[in-house]
């Protein structure tokens, strides 16, 4: 079982978050889908999930992935997601550039700031965050 600490490191290295605007079919047109994929080594998906089972009570689901070696590990429930995210360190270096994106969009829906927000405010607010994130070797703006 891992502390709240190395499940940060895990899902830095091992994790993908999908942030996704996609049309409705209410009155406000569009909708956020978020989901986070954790994609480790078949030792470690067991430790995984029991770490997430007792220090945050998600139960992710299990999907086995054909021609590899290991299980995905899926989490989409938005309470479950908001937690996995207030552990996530600031500005770590990890295996996918979206989780400063992933983070900032799922603060706007936490706050429901998005029921106020077109659909391309949104997506112009996740850019800005994006873009203002990336830093090159040197400390300069790509």
């Known amino acids: 079982m891992y502390t709240k600490g190395q499940l940060a490191g895990i899902l ?11 049309p409705a079919k209410t009155r406000s047109g ?21 770490s997430l089972g007792s220090l945050f009570n ?3 689901k ?4 054909r021609g590899y070696h290991r299980d995905m590990l899926i989490i989409g429930k938005q309470a479950d997601i908001i937690a996995i995210c207030n552990i996530m360190p600031v500005g770590a270096p990890a ?3 979206a989780w400063h ?5 799922i603060k706007i829906v936490e706050n429901r700031e998005h029921l ?11 850019n800005e965050t994006n873009t203002s994130s990336r830093k090159t ?6």
């Open 12 to 22: 830095l290295t091992t994790a993908t978050p999908k942030l996704k605007i996609t």
């Open 62 to 65: 299990r999907q086995q992935q």
């Open 30 to 50: 569009w909708t956020v889908r978020h989901s986070i994929e954790i994609r480790a080594p078949l030792r470690m998906t067991d430790g995984i999930e029991r």
């Open 137 to 142: 070797g040197n400390g300069t703006n790509d």
């Open 95 to 97: 295996k996918s550039n």
């Open 58 to 60: 998600i139960e992710p």
């Open 116 to 126: 106020d927000m077109s659909r391309e405010e949104f997506g112009e607010r996740l």
């Open 101 to 105: 994106r992933f983070i900032t969009g």
